[in-house]
């Protein structure tokens, strides 16, 4: 990443944690308070079972981040399934993130413009900021430094 995108765009290494905003709110994966009324700012990701967290993602995070990798390249992503970002064997890893399957980040030749600039730009443009969004966690920024990044779903490119 590029410029200010880099330093605004790293994560926090965390797994996909968080909560949903507006209609996926609650501690339900399709919206619901699961039995009870939680508030949105109460919904944690994390806390979800396996089921609901598999059933959030497809209901909330793919009808979002499908369009939106395929309207950045239709060829690139005319198949966009959980394995686009969980790997080959998502069942297998158990659907963690971060994922060492994905390109590896190297900050510091991001920040010296290494790295496809249109890739940089949607990433931290549209994939962070909608994926914050979708888990109603904050956006991770130079200023704010526990929020969803680049880093919940990247692993970091080890120095030689």
């Known amino acids: 990443m590029s410029g200010s995108a880099v330093g605004s765009a790293e994560g926090s290494g965390s797994a996909m944690a968080g909560s949903a905003e507006g209609s996926a709110a609650g501690s339900g994966a399709d919206g619901s308070a699961a039995g009870s009324a939680v508030a949105a700012s109460d919904f944690d990701f994390d806390k979800l079972t396996h089921e609901d967290k598999v059933k959030f993602m497809k209901t909330k995070v793919m009808p979002a981040m499908k369009p939106a990798f395929q309207n950045f390249d239709a060829k690139e992503y005319a198949s966009f399934t959980?394995?686009?970002?969980?790997?080959?064997?998502?069942?297998?890893?158990?659907?963690?993130?971060?994922?060492?399957?994905?390109?590896?980040?190297?900050?510091?030749?991001?920040?010296?413009?290494?790295?496809?600039?249109k890739m940089v730009?949607?990433?931290?443009?549209?994939?962070?900021?909608?994926?914050?969004?979708l888990l109603n966690r904050p956006e991770m920024t130079e200023t704010v430094h526990d929020g969803f990044g680049c880093l919940d779903c990247h692993v970091m490119k080890k120095k030689k």
């Open 121 to 133: 730009e949607f990433m931290s443009k549209t994939v962070k900021p909608e994926m914050a969004k």
């Open 82 to 117: 959980c394995k686009t970002c969980h790997g080959k064997d998502p069942q297998k890893a158990k659907y963690e993130m971060p994922n060492p399957e994905l390109p590896q980040l190297d900050f510091e030749a991001l920040k010296a413009g290494k790295g496809d600039p």
